[in-house]
């Protein structure tokens, strides 16, 4: 058996199509683009590569872009000060914080001065709540995006045994409720979790987050089981250059598996996407208009 490949960057295009669609839709009616700030602080290079591609991909769907860049030593109570502003701008309709935050910072302390209604990122207890008890929230964008991945090539997950590997706030969690909310019968398993390959070759669904390169074997995989590699390693080669890998060893798996999403081209291109997702429906919430099917 040789896996379908899940191509989610194709995925992704065609959901960035399809706000684009909807931005103009909600232009037409509200008289205005939806906003979406991104605050950086600082200068992590990985964290400006990604702010670059959010304002590159938010202008391209027709979205108001308005970055906010502030110097790696500004103080926790100034960047408060502008997360409140956000909050209060009307021209805003989703936050987004880049994280990780300088070590003087409260992450947690920010997160939670963010409006949970402009919570894009759906990192908000609040929000975190919504998702628990199964009310209108948003969901962080990378387990969010899984779902939409899972349901594209699978349909109804009802019944289906998922094992979900990683226990994160911002992956393992939210993905757990999600696919409980389809109605699977999900486990969360982590680092102590005890003899975690026999519980994942019980899997009709994996989802591997849990940041180590290669960890989860072709061997461990039920054959026909979709896997969904959330991971992002970079593995150094013996010539010094490096690649990226997922935390599934991709041949092994591909060769025992249903469907598999690739790293990259996996699950990543779709982390933007869904947060421009979030924030078109966080724009509908707010002028009170009906969410746009297909989102």
Request: proline share 5%.
């Amino acid at each position: 058996m040789t896996a379908a490949i899940i191509d989610g960057k194709a995925f992704a295009a065609g959901l960035r199509a399809r706000i684009a669609e909807g931005v103009a839709r909600f232009v037409a009616k509200a008289g205005r683009k939806p906003g979406l700030a991104v605050v950086l602080v600082g200068e992590d290079p990985a964290s400006q590569v990604y702010v670059r591609s959010k304002g590159k991909m938010t202008v391209e769907v027709g979205m108001a872009s308005l970055e906010h860049k502030l110097d790696a030593a500004t103080g926790e109570a100034e960047l408060l000060d502008l997360v409140a502003k956000l909050n209060a701008d009307p021209d805003v309709d989703g936050i987004l914080v880049q994280l990780p935050l300088p070590k003087h910072i409260d992450e947690a302390a920010v997160i939670a001065a963010i409006n949970p209604d402009k919570d894009v990122d759906g990192f908000h207890v609040v929000n975190a709540g919504r998702l628990a008890v199964g009310a209108d929230g948003f969901v962080p964008c990378t387990p969010l995006g899984c779902l939409m991945l899972l349901k594209d090539q699978l349909g109804d997950l009802s019944g289906l045994n998922a094992v979900v590997i990683g226990r994160s706030n911002i992956v393992g969690k939210p993905m757990a409720q999600l696919l409980l909310k389809e109605s699977c019968t999900v486990t969360i398993a982590h680092s102590r979790t005890k003899d975690l390959p026999a519980v994942v070759r019980n899997a009709d669904i994996v989802v591997a987050a849990v940041g180590r390169a290669e960890m989860v074997k072709g061997d461990w995989i039920k054959p026909g089981a979709t896997v969904i590699d959330v991971g992002i390693n970079r593995l150094a080669l013996p010539d010094g250059k490096t690649r990226l890998v997922g935390d599934v060893a991709y041949d092994e798996a591909a060769e025992v598996a249903g469907a598999i999403t690739p790293v990259p081209g996996g699950v990543g291109p779709m982390t933007i996407a869904v947060l421009l997702r979030n924030t078109l429906v966080a724009a509908h919430r707010r002028e009170g208009l009906a969410i746009p099917a297909g989102l």
